[in-house]
């Protein structure tokens, strides 16, 4: 199984802040990354597929960058619907997911 | 817009077969360059893929559940299934339906149901 590790596990911020999660993984997804946000009481959302890029819809706050084993999630200035948890999971072998990165205001 | 919808019974007795159904909406399950998924998730275990299929019947299943987990798809009524043999109480979660881009392998998933919570209990 490819580990997905995420930090931090919870985030307080201020609305305007630049925000930034990341996922490691245990061997190298190459670019075989996605990002999901899930609200309370709802299914993820996709954010970001193949590390960087953006899915239909999606503000474009936010970005992802990375390859390998260290991927980033960046919210540029947050706003107050960004409230939520983040997942990164890879798809390089079979899928795994981190562990989720709360984040507070 | 695609749409995905979860049913299937929200309490299943332990040693049962779970079984679910997704129905899909704004999409044909026999869309080529797509496979169908499942998911579940628990507050203790987080988010976990349990296997995706196509419309022909290929399928993709984790290691960890691959020897209680079958799914198919019905293109006739444009619907695809999960059967979970032999639950116990760790099967507790919610379970979600997916649509799930395929290049060489499965990839992400861009589409979910809004989920079905399945409790197992007797």
């Given at each position: 199984d490819i580990r997905m590790t995420q930090s931090p596990s919870t985030l307080s911020?201020?609305?305007g802040d630049r925000v930034t999660i990341t996922c490691r993984a245990s061997q190298s997804v190459s670019a075989w990354l996605a990002w999901y946000q899930q609200k309370p009481g709802k299914a993820p959302?996709?954010?970001?597929?193949?590390?960087?890029?953006?899915?239909s819809g999606v503000p474009p706050?936010?970005?992802g960058s990375g390859s390998g084993t260290e991927f980033i999630l960046t919210i540029s200035s947050l706003q107050p619907d960004d409230i939520a948890t983040y997942y990164c999971q890879q798809y390089n072998n079979y899928r795994t997911f981190g562990q989720g990165t709360r984040v507070d205001i | 817009q695609v749409q995905?919808?979860?049913s299937g019974p929200g309490q299943v007795k332990p040693s049962e077969t779970l079984s679910l159904s997704c129905s899909v909406f704004g999409d044909s399950v026999s869309h080529t360059g797509f496979y169908w998924g499942w998911y579940r998730?628990?507050?203790g275990q987080g988010l976990e893929w349990i296997g995706s299929v196509d419309y022909r019947g290929t399928s993709s299943y984790s290691p960890t559940l691959k020897s209680r987990v079958t799914m198919s798809v019905d293109t006739s009524k444009n619907q695809f299934f999960l059967n979970l043999m032999s639950v116990t109480a760790a099967d507790t979660a919610v379970?979600?339906?997916t649509r799930d881009p395929f290049l060489e392998w499965v990839l992400y998933s861009d589409y979910w149901g809004q989920g079905a919570l399945v409790t197992v209990s007797s």
């Open positions: 911020a201020s609305v959302k996709l954010l970001i597929y193949d590390a960087s890029t953006l899915e706050r936010f970005s | 995905l919808q979860e998730q628990t507050p379970y979600y339906c």
